[in-house]
């Protein structure tokens, strides 16, 4: 039993190190580079203002611990994974675009970095989008059961201003990370043209081409997603104002 416990404990600061800390993976080989050019880059990044950054959230520890008891047990658990994703933005995007150019501006390897960026978030958008869809789904019964209450004259105003705000937060927070995502394809877009004017590396263009036209279908996935919620948004104002009759 201890010798479980001891595993567990390991487990849990092992992925709450990997899931929770805002420090990214460089895309810059360590090895390659000076400890000169190394400060170089951490320097840029602390002077990149805060509004360039990714926000990041905390990720509760519990979420953490059923992660590390789903990997204990030699399973990844789906649940436990949207758990994580559901904890911060970052887990999707990573890096923010000035952060890595901080990168960019001391080994010229933009167009490998952009790749391997584009080729992470594709792996992870699956997961993430289970947590869209998992609110959305809550979201969407209580809209439903308000609008039941609603039509007998039994929907109460605290709750429906309750189910409203998390349903705004919800959609404030889909935008947020669309803007994101937009900024992102550009900067792979433009990327991959400035590889095309040095008439370099033509296969990784390609490949980024088409992690490009993955994250242009997932944008839109997540689009779709956003204006469900905002359908839900209108329906909760339709509630209040006649809550308030």
Do not use: W
């Amino acid at each position: 039993m201890k010798a479980i416990n001891r595993i567990f404990g390991i487990c849990v600061i092992s992925i709450f190190a990997t899931a929770c800390s805002s420090k990214q993976v460089s895309s810059v080989n360590d090895q390659d580079i000076t400890q000169a050019q190394k400060q170089k880059i951490e320097q840029c990044k602390e002077n990149t203002p805060s509004s360039k950054k990714i926000k990041k959230e905390a990720v509760a520890f519990s979420c953490i611990a059923s992660l590390a008891i789903s990997r204990l047990v030699g399973r990844h658990d789906h649940k436990a994974l949207i758990c994580v994703a559901g904890g911060a933005a970052g887990y999707l995007i990573g890096s923010s675009v000035a952060e890595r150019k901080c990168e960019y501006s001391v080994k010229d390897n933009q167009l490998e970095g952009e790749l391997s960026h584009a080729h992470d978030m594709k792996k992870k958008f699956a997961t993430y989008m289970a947590v869209l869809e998992s609110k959305h789904k809550q979201q969407s019964g209580q809209v439903k059961a308000l609008s039941a209450l609603g039509a007998q004259g039994k929907a109460d105003q605290s709750s429906i201003i309750y189910v409203q705000n998390k349903v705004l937060k919800n959609l404030n927070k889909q935008r947020a990370m669309l803007k994101l995502l937009n900024e992102e394809r550009m900067t792979k877009n433009n990327t991959i043209d400035m590889a095309q004017s040095r008439y370099t590396d033509i296969e990784t263009i390609r490949k980024l081409q088409t992690e490009v036209k993955s994250l242009l279908d997932n944008i839109k996935k997540m689009h779709q997603n956003s204006i469900a919620l905002s359908k839900l948004n209108e329906v909760t104002k339709d509630l209040f104002v006649k809550a308030n009759k």
